[in-house]
């Protein structure tokens, strides 16, 4: 039996696990990972990787058929080379060649998004759509877009991120890009954040809101709060609601898929999809036969998953 080796990197860990070819996870470890740039997460992986060879070890007790590593940021996985996590985080790196160096496994790169994209392709609903997005709302916001079964990149590898698009919902809070009242300022993890402290002046809350700025506010709590009335997170709820639903209206418009696919930790409790569905407009939605569905596959592995699928070069 061929296995895959996945390594999810994200900004605060890295998870290391093998899959067969069906997306059966056979084992797996979580490391943290930090602030990084991009040569510091190369010793991050090195180390990390070295470490779940030692203390995990491969399943089959041969080395895995390939590697797939998923991470944020511009990648093009053509040539293996790992552009950018950020504009102010620019150190392009040949990553899959630096990785198949020092471990001898053939090894493909790919962003996270994509990644995760790439497992609904192969794993959840791309096998019953060759036309679908899948919209990803966590710590911040992106998607992949397939049409007819092929995923859309761009000229720089920089397609899907509609967190920088800006919906109609207006709180008055810029945006690291420049614009105002993108949709991840407004319906991703660090959105909530910043409309809960923008917003608390303005209405009642119970909501804990850290005096420490690195430390965000609970997405749980917020929801938890919205469900008994509290009047901050009500609105904070409206709002994320709003701008995703209207997001989804837009891409919707631009691809025609038959199918959208919500994850992220934003979505994957169903609290703030009720309320998304609520919002579509029937003739908007109309082509899209399959509906707005979160993802079936387990949220915390999808991104694993989708770098097995990267490593199978799918």
Request: with cysteine; proline share 3%.
């Amino acid at each position: 039996m061929e296995t895959y080796l996945g390594l999810d990197l994200g900004g605060t860990k890295l998870l290391i696990g093998e899959v067969d070819n069906l997306g059966n996870i056979l084992r797996y470890k979580k490391y943290d990972s930090g602030y990084f740039n991009q040569q510091a997460a190369f010793e991050i992986i090195k180390v990390s990787l070295d470490d779940y060879i030692r203390t995990v070890g491969w399943s089959t007790g041969e080395k895995p058929a390939g590697m797939g590593v998923g991470l944020i940021g511009r990648v093009d996985p053509v040539e293996g080379v790992w552009l950018q996590i950020d504009p102010g985080r620019t150190q392009p790196i040949a990553l899959a060649q630096e990785l198949f160096d020092a471990y001898g496994i053939p090894c493909h790169i790919d962003n996270d998004v994509k990644s995760a994209t790439r497992a609904e392709r192969v794993f959840g609903f791309g096998q019953i759509s060759r036309n679908f997005i899948y919209l990803n709302a966590g710590t911040g916001i992106a998607a992949g877009v397939v049409v007819n079964g092929r995923q859309i990149r761009g000229s720089h590898f920089n397609a899907g991120e509609v967190g920088h698009t800006c919906v109609g919902v207006n709180i008055g809070i810029k945006c690291g890009c420049g614009r105002m009242d993108c949709v991840e300022q407004i319906a991703s993890g660090i959105g909530f954040d910043r409309c809960a402290r923008l917003l608390s002046d303005r209405y009642e809350t119970k909501l804990h809101i850290p005096a420490d700025k690195g430390e965000r506010v609970l997405i749980s709590e917020i929801f938890a709060l919205s469900k008994k009335g509290d009047p901050l997170c009500v609105q904070l709820v409206e709002n994320a609601s709003q701008t995703l639903a209207n997001l989804i209206m837009n891409l919707v418009r631009v691809s025609d898929p038959d199918t959208v696919v919500l994850g992220g930790g934003i979505v994957s409790d169903g609290y703030i999809h009720t309320k998304v569905l609520e919002k579509l407009n029937p003739v908007t939605m109309r082509f899209v036969s399959n509906g707005v569905v979160i993802t079936k596959l387990n949220p915390d592995f999808i991104g694993l998953l989708g770098a097995g699928a990267v490593a199978m070069n799918m």
